[in-house]
T-cell receptor
């Protein structure tokens, strides 16, 4: 069974550009969440999608957005990139169902390394 | 809002010895789950162990076990017979809603030969 797949793994962008990251969850998982990891801020929750709907959102500016498709694949987009957006972006998936508090195990992808220059 | 605190930024242990990583959390939730994840240099987040808050029995997974003290809001990880492959950053995480995790700052564990 394939794990959580994130693409691209590495990318370099220039300030002001936009970027789109992709995440394919484990087969059968309908919940996808995104995290930003930086040395200074640690691991911070961006947002969670379930059945194509955003269910939770972290404290990030509107430049950060996401969406989920009917096959549960998810994308996140960052517009008008800033140097501080340089980070490892982690995607995670789980079997979390309609009832939020399911406590299902959450599996992570290998992440997408974004460098903004 | 939940907070998770790991007060040990770095720890080291000799191979084959036992080490305990500390984690405290704060929440008003009554039903929640706690996890320990490890992140080796590859940066892949790997689940080590999970604990349901409603279970009094501490979770164990081979060489890994937890000491869950619900009243004290404490959730420590004990690694027995430490191996070189255990060298990694360890994160304590809180989970109560959907797939949202709240992470601690992490503890860098180094296992020395």
């Amino acid at each position: 069974k394939a794990g959580v797949t994130q693409t691209p793994r590495y990318l370099i962008k220039t300030r002001g550009q936009q970027v789109t990251l992709s995440c394919s969850p484990i087969s059968g998982h309908r919940s996808v969440s995104w995290y930003q990891q930086t040395p200074g801020q640690g691991l911070q929750f961006l947002f969670e999608y379930f059945s194509e709907t955003q269910r939770n959102k972290g404290n990030f500016p509107g430049r950060f957005s996401g969406r989920q498709f009917s096959n549960s694949r998810s994308e996140m987009n960052v517009s008008t990139l800033e140097l501080g957006d340089s980070a490892l972006y982690l995607c995670a998936s789980s079997l979390a169902g309609q009832v939020p508090r399911t406590g299902n195990t959450i599996y992570f992808g290998e992440g997408s390394w974004l460098t903004v220059v | 809002a939940q907070t998770v605190t790991q007060s040990q930024p770095e720890m080291s242990v000799q191979e084959a010895e036992t080490v305990t990583l500390s984690c405290t959390y704060d929440t008003s939730e009554s039903n929640y789950y706690l996890f320990w994840y490890k992140q080796p240099p590859s940066r892949q987040m790997i689940l080590v162990i999970r604990q349901e808050a409603y279970k009094q029995q501490n979770a164990t997974e081979n060489r890994f076990s937890v000491n869950f003290q619900k009243a004290a809001k404490s959730f420590s990880l004990k690694i027995s017979d430490s191996q070189l492959g255990d060298t990694a950053m360890y994160f304590c995480a809180f989970h109560a809603h959907g797939s949202r995790l709240t992470f601690g700052e992490g503890t860098q564990l180094t296992v020395n030969p």
